[in-house]
């Protein structure tokens, strides 16, 4: 157990050391764009109904945070049926990790209001 929990922690230090922008660095609209899209695209295979999500990558309104080696808090608002079916405006959250080489990768979607 004590050697797999080492090992976890070396990859979460390689991760947070090789990967993303500089502190303090903006994103262009196209990682802007990447960042949205793949939090969505997540976000969306996890609701209740799927083909429901009224998502716009382009025109959602939304919040970009960035948080230490690469990862980013993506928020953003959309609708989607709940489980009795009704149409409601929420908003989603995930991190995503952009990469050194321009890969994106989204985690951890909820819906927080």
Known sequence: MRKASRCLVLAVLYCSTCFGS???????????FALVHVCMK???S???????AQFDALSAPREIKA???????VRFQGRAKNAFGAL???TFECGVILGKTGGVTAFSPRQIR
Request: charged residues 25%; aromatic residues 4%; without cysteine.
């Open 67 to 73: 948080l230490k080696g690469g990862i980013y808090r």
């Open 22 to 32: 500089p502190p303090g660095a903006s994103l262009s609209s196209d990682q802007e």
């Open 46 to 52: 996890t609701l209740n109904d799927p083909d429901s």
């Open 88 to 90: 409601m405006l929420g």
């Open 42 to 44: 997540l976000t969306r």
